[in-house]
T-cell receptor, first 112, second 113 residues
Framework: GEDVEQSLFLSVREGDSSVINCTYT??????LYWYKQEPGAGLQLLTY?????DMKQDQRLTVLLNKKDKHLSLRIADTQTGDSAIYFC????????????FGQGTRLTINP | GAGVSQTPSNKVTEKGKYVELRCDPI?????LYWYRQSLGQGPEFLIYFQGTGAADDSGLPNDRFFAVRPEGSVSTLKIQRTERGDSAVYLC???????????FGQGTRLTVV
């Protein structure tokens, strides 16, 4: 089955860009997602990319997809203290979007 | 309601007891999903409903876990003979159709003592 891996921690200075990386194993994944989880809150969908795209930009967020290397990244420009959270990469397997496989999450810490 | 609602938000139970966790999806959403998130991990898929039927229950860890959605709206996740290893946050999500964006509830934190 699908396996999704992320580094566990990332620390950046306020105002810098954050880049969170993810690798996945299932090349047939249709959609790849980035979710944000703040303490005590549910998962919030930030953005997603369809597998036939290699880049998607949405305001401060840029998603890059390298299908050959099965690598997905999320870049947050001008990182703010409110961006502190755990970020999860998730992929949908051959069954489609209803069965997401999540990575372990990357805890993003913002330093003043 | 405006979002996915899960009750209770916290549940503490003794080992061996039976528990029920409830999920109220967004009105009109046909698809409903249950995930389990252990401490320090990402959510793991448990079961997916399309309407009233369980379309995929391959993530349920064993036969102590069961879920229903009798009228195609509210769903209940039932855990029999709870074990300490069942302690986790149980997340519910719903989507308008099976391949559209899933919206998550805030979860039920289950602690088995």
């Amino acid at each position: 089955g699908e396996d999704v891996e992320q580094s566990l921690f990332l620390s950046v200075r306020e105002g810098d860009s954050s880049v969170i990386n993810c690798t996945y194993t299932d090349s047939s994944s249709t959609y790849l997602y980035w979710y944000k989880q703040e303490p005590g809150a549910g998962l919030q969908l930030l953005t997603y990319i369809f597998s036939n795209m290699d880049m998607k930009q949405d305001q401060r967020l840029t998603v890059l997809l390298n299908k050959k290397d099965k690598h997905l990244s999320l870049r947050i420009a001008d990182t703010q203290t409110g961006d502190s959270a755990i970020y999860f990469c998730a992929g949908s397997g051959i069954q489609g979007a209803q069965k997401l496989v999540f990575g372990q999450g990357t805890r993003l810490t913002i330093n003043p | 309601g405006a979002g996915v609602s899960q009750t209770p938000s916290n549940k503490v139970t003794e080992k061996g007891k039976y528990v029920e966790l409830r999920c109220d999806p967004i009105s009109g959403h046909t698809a409903l999903y249950w995930y389990r998130q252990s401490l320090g991990q990402g959510p793991e898929f448990l079961i997916y409903f399309q309407g009233t039927g369980a379309a995929d229950d391959s993530g349920l860890p064993n036969d102590r876990f069961f879920a229903v959605r009798p009228e195609g709206s509210v769903s209940t996740l039932k855990i029999q003979r709870t074990e300490r290893g069942d302690s986790a946050v149980y997340l519910c999500a719903s989507s308008l159709h099976q391949n559209t964006e899933a919206f998550f509830g805030q979860g039920t934190r289950l602690t088995v003592v």
